[in-house]
C-alpha cells in the first residue's frame, strides 16, 4: 500500500518562503520518480516540478522555474519541495504523486499515486 503524506503548507506573505515536505511509504520509493502538482480554485490540477528516482534530473513549470527546487531523501522516503519568493498565483493546494517507473514525467495521468494535499496561500 502506497502512501503519500504533504506536510508545510501555510500561509506567507509575498515575497516570503515555504518548505513542503512528502513522506512516502513503501519500500521502492528509491526507484521512482516523483513529482509536485498544484490546484487552484476553479483550475485544473497543474504540474509544477518533478524529480527522477536518484534525484539527478529535475524538471519545472515555466511557472516557477529558477524560484522553487525539488529535492528527495531516499533514506527517508521523502521528497521536498523549497518555494522562494512567493508569488499571490502561487496559492494553491499542493500535491504530492509518485510514478510506477524512474523516468520523469510532467503529466497527471503518468503519476498512479497521490496524496491528500497541503494548502498553500500567499497574502499580496
Known amino acids: 500500500q502506497v502512501q503519500l503524506v504533504e506536510s508545510g503548507g501555510g500561509l506567507v506573505q509575498a515575497g516570503g518562503s515555504l518548505r513542503l515536505s512528502c513522506a512516502a511509504s513503501?519500500?521502492?520509493?528509491?526507484?521512482?520518480?516523483m513529482g509536485w502538482f498544484r490546484q487552484a480554485p476553479g483550475k485544473e490540477r497543474e504540474f509544477v516540478a518533478a524529480?527522477?528516482?536518484?534525484?539527478?534530473?529535475?524538471s519545472y513549470a515555466d511557472s516557477v522555474k529558477g524560484r522553487f527546487t525539488i529535492s528527495r531523501d531516499n533514506a527517508k522516503n521523502t521528497v521536498y519541495l523549497q518555494m522562494n519568493s512567493l508569488k499571490a498565483e502561487d496559492t494553491a493546494v499542493y500535491y504530492c504523486?509518485?510514478?510506477?517507473?524512474?523516468?520523469?514525467?510532467?503529466?497527471?495521468?503518468?503519476?498512479?499515486?497521490w496524496g491528500q494535499g497541503t494548502q498553500v496561500t500567499v497574502s499580496s
Open positions: 504523486a509518485r510514478r510506477k517507473t524512474s523516468g520523469l514525467a510532467s503529466t497527471t495521468n503518468a503519476y498512479s499515486y
Open positions: 524529480i527522477s528516482w536518484s534525484g539527478g534530473s529535475t
Open positions: 513503501g519500500r521502492t520509493f528509491s526507484t521512482v520518480a
